[in-house]
């Protein structure tokens, strides 16, 4: 079956430590995207990349970082400097940049204390 | 950033009930699309809208492209236990390299 897989679906971390939250995709997209969600707030874009190696930030970029090294592949780094990182983030693909019907993962919701 | 605004934030309806609810821009969007949530999973993609006008169904649902293309229109026709959730609704506005924006939803209860 074709689909996006974030994993794992929960993540428990101590403050100042990074954490890495993966997301694979095999639906051969071009497209993909890292969004955060926050209780009753629409989702907010991280980071998204158009085409293998190359990546924009979104509108909180700011204590994240991505890497795009495969097709399928586009894992996010929550980084110390991120001042609230407790959310629930999901990643997204999209056939391409400008086919806008963006298709997401389950989700992984991160927790840090 | 451009906003949508989503309103009211919660809804309830009696199982079998139809549900309409909107969906509203201050810019002229090019594309309308509308996913549902369920509690700590991923949006799903229920239908998209490409064109001004546009009324596109998917089952129990018919969703429509505002002819000011301000606006769109998701209605749930019959309602059912497992509609249950939170409905987005998500365009992109006319603009080069703009990107989707997201309302903060709906939450849908439906009384069995």
């Known amino acids: 079956d074709g689909g996006i897989t974030q994993s794992p679906k929960y993540l428990f971390r101590k403050e100042g430590q990074n954490v890495t939250l993966s997301c694979e995709q095999n639906?051969?997209?071009?497209?993909m995207y890292w969004y955060r969600q926050d209780p009753g707030q629409g989702l907010r874009l991280i980071y998204y990349s158009q085409i293998v190696n190359d990546f924009q930030k979104g509108d909180i970029a700011e204590g994240y970082s991505v890497s795009r090294e495969k097709k399928e592949s586009f894992p996010l780094t929550v980084t110390s400097a991120q001042k609230n990182p407790t959310a629930f983030y999901l990643c997204a693909s999209s056939r391409a940049a400008t086919v806008y019907e963006q298709y997401f993962g389950p989700g992984t919701r991160l927790t840090v204390t | 950033g451009q906003q949508l605004n989503q309103s009211p934030q919660s809804m309830f309806i009696q199982e079998g009930e139809d549900v309409s609810m909107n969906c509203t821009s201050s810019?002229?969007?090019?594309?309308w699309l509308w996913y549902k949530q369920d509690p700590g999973e991923g949006p799903v993609l229920l239908i998209a809208l490409y064109k001004a006008g546009e009324l596109t169904s998917n089952g129990r649902l018919t969703a429509q492209f505002g002819i000011t293309r301000k606006d769109s229109f998701l209605n749930i026709s019959a309602s059912i236990p497992s509609d249950v959730g939170i409905y987005f609704c998500a365009g992109r506005y006319t603009g080069a390299n703009s990107k989707l924006t997201f309302g903060k939803g709906i939450t849908l209860s439906v009384r069995p």
């Open positions: 810019s002229i969007f090019n594309t």
């Open positions: 639906l051969n997209h071009d497209a």
